[in-house]
């Protein structure tokens, strides 16, 4: 059988295709990086005072891909995910170590100011947030307050624009002073994706997105991801194997605060390289 040279914690493996890394061995195994990363993270370390929650996770995220990132609930996909946006500085407890880069930038370097970079890595949340605003202006805040538009006629471009990509616009373009507020679960979802785009990110981050819609609404928002993968790079949180496999490119699953396995989403659930992976996967547990 062909041998298929994977990496393992960033060193070059032969793995062939019946071999599986036993559970005690906590190594990244798969391919974590790629060729033209649009972010890259280096030797991430998270502690919440002296616990730590995330061991030496290295992965990057490639152009116009979706990394769906998979596992148990308190493994620490969600912490992850909060450190490519710095959301995790609103923590005070909370300490990162690690190198964090967007575009060969690092994110956490002293010069970088927060607000801009939570405009280029936009963030869309489990439960939809709508402001207490109307639709139109839940769209134009952050244009507004970044300064992308320099009159009110390319303002309502901007808001029409991202709500088209968002694909709301046909449902809501007649009730624009209305409050966001008053959509129906999936449509606030899809106006929080529009308020992320409209202010022109590079990556936007999905922690969750579908947990609180109906399978109807969810539908709508999977095809909505694979539609903005064509202009953006998305990091998807999500408990469902069956979301990942449907909307994501490559997969990463961790276990315990460890990077278990990262790998084309097809690959890692037909054929895991780990044996934590595969125990999640075929339900042992999780």
Same mark, same amino acid.
Not at 74 to 99: Q, V
Not at 141 to 170: C, F, Q, R
């Given at each position: ?79 992850? &995910? ?65 300064? &992308? ?18 694909? &709301? ?86 276990? &315990? ?30």
């Amino acid at each position: 059988m062909m041998e298929q040279t994977e990496e393992i914690r960033g060193e070059k493996s032969e793995t062939r295709d019946w071999e599986v890394v036993s559970r005690e061995d906590r190594r990244t195994v798969g391919i974590p990086f790629v060729d033209n990363p649009r972010m890259t993270c280096r030797n991430i370390d998270v502690y919440y005072g002296d616990e730590q929650a995330i061991q030496d996770v290295s992965v990057d995220i490639g152009n116009n891909e979706v990394l769906s990132m998979i596992g148990p609930s308190g493994c620490g996909k969600s912490t992850f &995910l909060r450190c490519l946006n710095r959301m995790n500085d609103t923590i005070d407890i909370c300490r990162i170590t690690g190198e964090i880069c967007l575009d060969g930038m690092d994110i956490y370097g002293g010069e970088i100011d927060v607000v801009p970079l939570r405009a280029q890595i936009g963030m869309v949340f489990q439960k939809p947030n709508p402001f207490p605003k109307s639709i139109y202006d839940n769209v134009a805040y952050g244009p507004k307050i970044h300064g &992308l538009a320099a009159n009110k006629t390319d303002l309502d471009e901007i808001v029409e624009t991202s709500l088209k990509k968002a694909g &709301l616009w046909k449902e809501i373009k007649d009730r624009m002073d209305q409050p966001g507020t008053g959509l129906s679960g999936g449509q606030q979802q899809r106006l929080c994706i529009a308020r992320a785009i409209a202010v022109s990110p590079e990556v936007i981050l999905m922690d969750e997105p579908c947990s609180a819609l109906d399978p109807i609404a969810t539908a709508h928002v999977e095809d909505l991801i694979s539609e903005l993968r064509k202009q953006y790079s998305i990091v998807i949180v999500t408990h469902s194997m069956q979301q990942a496999a449907r909307v994501s490119q490559r997969t990463a699953y961790f276990h &315990l605060g460890d990077l278990i396995e990262v790998g084309e989403t097809e690959r890692v659930f037909t054929n895991p390289r780990h044996q934590l992976t595969e125990d999640y996967i075929t339900g042992r547990f999780g």
